[in-house]
């Protein structure tokens, strides 16, 4: 049996984020573009783009007394008198000047994250096409002074295009709840947009509309077969992950 009610039950009720906190990002985030948007930002800020997990759809509820972090993407015009740590130290120049945000902004090696202590972060990352190499995008490292090639809006596009190939959102909602058995069990470790991307590349064009992918425990399954052929040493998360399947964790009964 799949159980389906069981995993929609541990889907709503455990794992996914709840509309509050998912309100209060959105709050955050307008406010935040807002702000920078009207000010003097040493270049031309073009447009933003919320990347990540709350844009691919991956986002879950914190584990209690934990952060939870969001992204954005803040596309530039290039500067050709900056150098590539520029953009980021510029960027957090403009948020000390505010009341609001002096307190919570803090220099990462690609961005500036602004913390909301017990509550919440969000990253703010620069990223500009450089004209004279082919317009290709790139984030700034503010450490090693240079740029990155990066393409998180196309990451994001392809995520959306493998979740339209499995069936009932069935993509987004597993990689959830693998998501929560790495944080909640911690049988492994492993960074979220990694995972994200494994789980993604095992979907494939011709698993649209197929029995693999037509329902959470479908999918949970098809998934962990193809990640377990495809990295054998993945038995701490096959496990786990089966564990799960089996309705053994998180207190789900059989």
């Known amino acids: 049996m799949e159980h389906k009610s069981y995993f929609n039950d541990f889907l709503q009720n455990v794992v ?11 709050t955050s985030i307008t406010a935040i573009q807002n702000y920078l948007l009207e000010s003097n930002y040493g270049t031309k800020i073009r447009f933003f783009r919320r990347q990540g997990s709350l844009a691919h759809g991956t986002i879950i509820k914190p584990l209690s007394g934990q952060e939870f972090d969001a992204d954005i993407v803040m596309v530039v015009a290039e500067n050709t008198d900056w150098e590539p740590k520029n953009y980021l130290l510029d960027l957090r120049r403009v948020l000390w000047t505010s009341s609001i945000y002096r307190d919570k902004a803090s220099l990462s090696d690609v961005c500036v994250t602004l913390s909301y202590a017990r509550d919440k972060k969000i990253d703010i990352l620069p990223i500009f ?17 240079h740029l990155i090639r990066s393409e998180p809006m196309e990451f994001t596009g392809w995520l959306v295009e493998r979740n339209t190939l499995s069936g009932g959102n069935s993509f987004r909602r597993v990689t959830r709840i693998l998501k929560y058995i790495r944080s909640h069990k911690k049988n492994f470790t492993c960074p979220s947009v990694l995972l994200t991307a494994l789980i993604g590349d095992r979907i494939t064009d011709n698993d649209k509309g197929s029995e693999a992918f037509s329902s959470v425990p479908r999918t949970l399954v098809t998934i962990l077969e193809r990640l377990d052929a495809y990295m054998p040493p993945l038995s701490g998360l096959l496990s786990a992950a089966l564990l799960f399947s089996n309705f053994q964790v998180g207190g789900i009964g059989q």
Do not use: W, Y
């Open 129 to 145: 096409k450089v004209a004279e190499e082919d317009d290709e995008l790139n984030i700034c490292h503010h450490r090693h002074n």
């Open 16 to 26: 996914d984020i709840d509309q509050g906190r998912l309100d209060s990002l959105d």
